[in-house]
């Protein structure tokens, strides 16, 4: 890399310095090659160096002959400026020896290969000027390493403001991870080279007709229609029609294409251009032609999941992750990324009346030389929005506009568009003029969105000039839509957060172009002598040809034509595979580097500052705890119906007077036969188990006679308190058993409980650790701030370390105390409404039946077993024979719903076989997998139900949009098998309904928690995908409107020269 070298021959140079000069200032004698305007005449050197190699063509000479003589004078010149250049720094600096060598710096190393090539193109271009060197010779590629000397313009800018060792880690690290994303990818590459020619070796057999005897002068009116590649003899492949055979012909490269797996660098590149998705389906036909389909499906089809995807994705993350390595010195070179005092965000909040709003600041103070009372109509919502309407009203104007060949001349532009865009403008412009005297001149330019409204203003007016009307100035007329995004504040903010600062975007725009002038120019002299090719023939052509490579829209294309074109003029065969690498080198670095560099500026800009983030997730953490204490309004209904407790009456007493009714839960306390606590840490010696009755224990004992021993004892049961408390808070934060559920509980054990995990959680006595004590990272510095061998600033930046920080045990607390505090209110509603938690109104909560479909729905398989209180795993002979992905992978979801997993998969799997003439009314196997996915679900959709309910219950199987989407599939199914057409007319019941069966494989998203767990992420996404959506559509609504505007109409054909008339 040219930023990676020794900058600096002063060793205690505090920052990095990439420029080669930039030091050299710092003596006292000035030399006047490193005097500013020298530098600058230099770089302006540079710039006029390429503009002459990029006219450098035998084609724009014969366009414009005097361009020879004038690129000749330029090159002359700059070549003795720049040769004067070096001859001063050898004698300043010294050639091999002194204290900065010239030839040891690597920038002096590079300006001196430029002059050599600056000589080189020199020398060439006089023989061409003698004709010594005819003007299509190949002799021009010497002038193709001339562009580079671009790099000479912008090394300026590589100067970093950070500790050398920094920036050489920085490198470092990047660096190596690129590479061993290169070698990983090139593993992959080689591989699939090799298999390419295990697997299909030369694919020479084509259609042709049976006349054909001699393979090597085959013509074109000799194979197929269209060209058919074929399988010999009664090889698996396709096989010719009648009339025809199939054969292998012998014909040139040039002819029957570059691509194919005769050898392992052709089938490299082969791998290459398949894995850029670029015609890599007609590939897989070739070769399912030639060879079994299945190797080609197989081999195909993975090459596209590993290269294509996980490869290109891997250099996209890798240059992310470099990136954000940069990220603070990105952020000192391109500057905060806090918004302007002056933009529209600078706003604060004022009530007027009832409401709040918005305003901006001191925007009450008059700037402007008009009366208060039009500044008042300038800051009124009507104002804005009768501009946004008339703004609205233009685009709609722009959009109307068509043409169709017949009635409309393109060539009349006079029409009635254009008036209406006069009246449009002209409001426009008064809109600016009105705005500029309310607000004075600075008070308006001084907002970035005024700057933008005085450009449209300004390109608008220029561009309703009749002779300038429907020109490139309609840029100007379709942008002005843009000012409705000015309409959605969270559009705006949005559209703040992508684009970020300009110098983001606008140093990787200027990088991008400075890489296709580059490598524009490096092509045009490497394919410039190429006879009758027109591709690379000029600069604005070769220009366009490499940013078609880097759209990677045909990008074969040009590949292939330059190849065939090469092959049959002086550069011959032995140049194809040079050519092909140069070209995979250029689409390698466009397409994962530049392009990558794009999406890390974008995540950067979309990325929040530390503070705001933290902010945000704790405001989300509490939002999500508040939101969990309130029940969902289909339990919250029973609220509203009035209390009906269970009641019960005691029989069986003796005596002579009568018992009112008594509740059920209170009395069922004294008739359960085992009662489940959890007892306080404090008293008990067993935590986290449940204590059943047993037979009476002595509450009364004689205390033990135990000897004091200095302090001993004392400390050891201290530290066994704490170990005791410190069991306890794991338990409660990992969620388990705060109440052990080994049988029905009564109201008052269930208070109890819940008395006893509130005192937990607040400390049973205050010298006990507290949870915001300990922070989930280990983090203990806060607890080290009175130590005396800390000094007062390092304790200050600790206490601000803190300060930043928020500790996710106390979020846990919080989930867990609306938890406990949900299961509380449901207890109440338990307990007054006898059909609450009551399955379809019908099953009885503690019914045998319900018991048991909830111990079958409920079923999973424990891939590990814990200890409770040490958390611990607990060995088991039977679970060592499985490795433990297996077992996790087990242990995923319950039984009932692998179950329904494998049926689902085995329903999906008989629908690929379904088609218009094997369907489910003809065919038996289709029709018993569908009785067994119906049966199956039936049995499911039961079982559930009966177990946890339909609707109005706690853990109902209707609960969310997963639960209406199963209903609604199961539906569908017993409604298709219960009627199965045999008539299926277009858009009939009978074919809405088999669309509606293609929802059947939702069902695996439902059933895996971790495929529900991306479909959730996915659509908290939603707000973020719209807005991108909306971006989109304006941007493409500007494109559009500007294609009509300018190129409505004047797009014809070629058609016969006899034909003149329409």
Not at 16 to 45: F, M, Q, T
Not at 232 to 242: F, I, L, R, V
Not at 426 to 452: N, P, Q, T
């Amino acid at each position: 890399m040219l930023v990676n070298r020794k900058t600096s021959f002063r060793e205690n140079l505090p920052l990095s310095d990439y420029g080669p000069d930039e030091n050299l200032n710092d003596s006292a004698d000035i030399d006047w090659v490193n005097k500013d305007w020298v530098r600058w005449l230099l770089r302006g050197c540079a710039l006029l160096s390429v503009t002459s190699v990029s006219m450098n063509t035998p084609a724009t000479f014969n366009n414009l002959p005097a361009l020879e003589y004038v690129t000749f004078v330029m090159d002359l010149a700059v070549t003795l400026l720049f040769t004067a250049e070096m001859v001063a720094k050898m004698h300043i600096r010294g050639m091999l020896k002194g204290d900065a060598p010239y030839l040891r710096d690597r920038w002096c190393q590079f300006d001196f290969f430029m002059v050599v090539c600056l000589w080189a193109s020199v020398l060439l271009q006089v023989f061409e000027l003698t004709r010594v060197v005819q003007p299509y010779s190949f002799w021009s590629v010497l002038r193709c390493l001339r562009p580079l000397i671009l790099i000479r313009v912008f090394r300026v800018f590589l100067k970093f403001s950070l500790p050398q060792n920094r920036i050489n880690s920085i490198f470092k690290r990047s660096y190596q991870q690129i590479y061993n994303v290169t070698i990983f990818f090139l593993f992959f590459m080689i591989l699939y080279g090799i298999l390419g020619v295990q697997f299909f070796g030369e694919l020479k057999y084509h259609c042709v007709r049976n006349n054909v005897t001699n393979t090597s002068e085959i013509t074109v009116f000799d194979l197929a229609i269209p060209d058919t590649y074929c399988s010999p003899d009664n090889k698996p492949g396709h096989h010719c029609p009648k009339g025809m055979k199939c054969i292998s012909i012998d014909i040139p490269k040039n002819n029957r294409g570059f691509n194919g797996f005769d050898e392992l660098p052709t089938s490299f590149f082969t791998v290459y251009e398949a894995a850029s998705q670029e015609g890599w389906v007609f590939l897989l036909y070739h070769a399912m032609d030639s060879l079994e389909s299945g190797v080609a499906l197989v081999y195909f089809i993975s090459l596209i999941f590993l290269l294509a995807w996980l490869v290109k994705n891997i250099f996209i993350a890798v240059i992310i992750e470099s990136f954000a390595e940069f990220r603070v010195q990105f952020q000192q070179m391109w500057g905060s990324r806090g918004k302007d005092t002056d933009s529209d965000s600078s706003q604060v909040i004022q009530q007027e009346g009832a409401s709040w709003r918005m305003v901006i600041q001191d925007e009450n103070k008059p700037q402007g030389l008009a009366p208060p009372i039009f500044q008042q109509i300038l800051r009124s919502s009507a104002f804005h929005a009768f501009i946004l309407l008339m703004v609205l009203a233009s685009a709609i104007a722009e959009a109307s506009l068509s043409f169709d060949h017949e009635t409309k001349n393109p060539k009349n532009t006079i029409d009635t568009f254009y008036f209406i865009e006069v009246f449009f403008t002209l409001l426009f412009d008064l809109e600016a003029v009105f705005k500029i005297w309310c607000l004075g001149l600075r008070g308006y330019w001084r907002r970035s969105l005024h700057k933008f409204e005085l450009s449209l203003v300004i390109g608008t007016t220029l561009h309703i000039i009749p002779g300038w009307y429907r020109t490139e100035l309609t840029y100007f007329q379709v942008l002005r839509v843009g000012r409705l995004i000015k309409a959605s504040p969270m559009l705006e903010d949005f559209c703040y957060k992508i684009f970020g600062p300009g110098k983001k975007l606008g140093s990787i725009v200027l990088f991008t172009m400075c890489l296709l002038i580059i490598a524009s120019s490096i092509s045009l002299q490497l394919f410039c002598s190429i006879k009758d090719f027109d591709k690379f023939e000029t600069f604005p052509r070769a220009f366009m040809s490499m940013f078609q490579i880097l759209t990677q829209e045909g990008w074969i294309d040009v590949v292939t034509d330059t190849l065939e074109n090469a092959d049959k003029n002086a550069y011959g065969v032995y140049f194809i595979y040079p050519i092909r690498i140069y070209f995979l080198l250029y689409h390698q670095v466009v397409n994962v580097i530049v392009i990558s560099l794009f999406v890390a500026v974008i995540l950067d800009n979309l990325e929040l500052d530390e503070d705001i983030k933290k902010l945000k997730q704790l405001k989300a953490s509490e939002q999500s705890a508040d939101e969990s204490e309130s029940l969902p309004f289909r339990l919250k209904i029973f609220e509203k119906f009035p209390n009906r407790p269970q009641m019960v009456r005691i029989h069986k007493l003796a005596g002579d007077f009568s018992v009112a009714a008594i509740r059920e839960s209170f009395m069922r306390q004294f008739s359960t036969p085992q009662l489940d606590l959890i007892m306080d840490t404090d008293e008990g010696t067993e935590e986290g188990q449940s204590f059943l009755k047993g037979p009476p224990v002595a509450l009364v004992r004689p205390p033990a006679l135990v000897a004091r021993s200095g302090g001993y004892v004392e400390k050891q049961a201290g530290v066994t308190m704490v170990i005791r408390e410190s069991n306890q808070h794991k338990l409660m934060g990992s969620g388990s058993g705060q109440m052990v559920n080994n049988g029905p509980k009564s109201l008052l054990s269930q208070q109890y409980q819940l008395r006893i995990s509130r005192r937990s959680m607040r400390g049973s006595r205050p010298g006990s650790l507290k949870l915001g004590h300990h922070k989930e990272n280990g983090d203990i510095t806060h607890l080290m701030m009175g130590g005396s061998n800390f000094s007062s600033n390092f304790a200050s930046n600790i206490g601000m370390h803190r300060s930043d920080d928020f500790d996710i045990k106390m979020i846990q607390q919080r989930k867990q105390q609306a938890e406990i505090k949900r299961n509380q209110i449901q207890d109440d509603l338990r307990e007054n409404h006898p059909f609450f938690d009551t399955p379809l109104f019908a099953v009885g909560r503690e019914s045998h039946i319900r018991q048991m479909c909830q111990t079958i729905v409920n079923a999973k398989y424990n891939y590990m077993l814990r200890d409770p209180v040490t958390g611990k795993e607990l060995q088991s002979v039977y679970k060592r024979i499985l490795p433990m992905w297996i077992r996790k992978l087990f242990g995923l979801v319950t039984y009932l719903d692998w179950i329904m997993i494998m049926v689902t998969i085995m329903s999906c799997g008989s629908m690929f076989f379904e088609t218009p003439h094997r369907r489910l009314t003809n065919t038996p196997e289709l029709k018993y997998a569908e009785y067994i996915f119906v049966l199956s679900m039936s049995v499911e959709m039961g079982l559930k139900i009966l177990a946890n309910g339909f609707f109005f219950t706690p853990k109902a199987v209707v609960k969310d949009v997963s639960g209406v989407l199963e209903i609604f599939i199961y539906v569908v199914s017993v409604i298709f098998l219960g009627w199965q057409p045999q008539e299926v007319p277009p858009l009939g019941g009978a074919h809405i309904l088999m669309l509606l069966r293609c929802l059947r494989p939702l069902r695996i998203f439902i059933l895996v928690p971790h495929m529900r767990k991306v479909v959730y992420e996915l659509v908290r996404g939603f707000k973020e995908i719209l807005l991108v959506s909306v971006l989109l559509i304006v941007l493409i609504f500007v494109f559009a409107t500007f294609g009509v505007h300018l190129l409505g109409g004047k797009l014809a054909r070629c058609n016969d020269h006899k034909i003149t008339i329409r």
